[in-house]
């Protein structure tokens, strides 16, 4: 069975749409293949704060 696990910035203004397997949310995640423990292929979902924190200006 495929995990998704979504890994959103802490204390983010805004809410990500972590309810689904698609990277749907608005601030266009970041989808990562991991192997896990039991050999599995899991997906991270990498979300991007939308605060401007990353971007240093604008
Ligand atoms: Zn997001």
């Known amino acids: 069975m495929t995990s998704h696990l979504h890994v959103t910035p802490i204390g983010d203004r805004v809410d990500h749409d972590t309810s ?3 990277p749907g949310c608005a601030c266009g ?6 192997t896990q423990d039991d050999g599995s292929i899991g997906w991270l979902l990498v979300h991007h704060s939308l605060d401007g924190r990353e971007q240093g200006k604008g």
């Open 20 to 22: 689904t397997t698609e």
């Open 29 to 34: 995640p970041e989808v990562k293949s991991v």
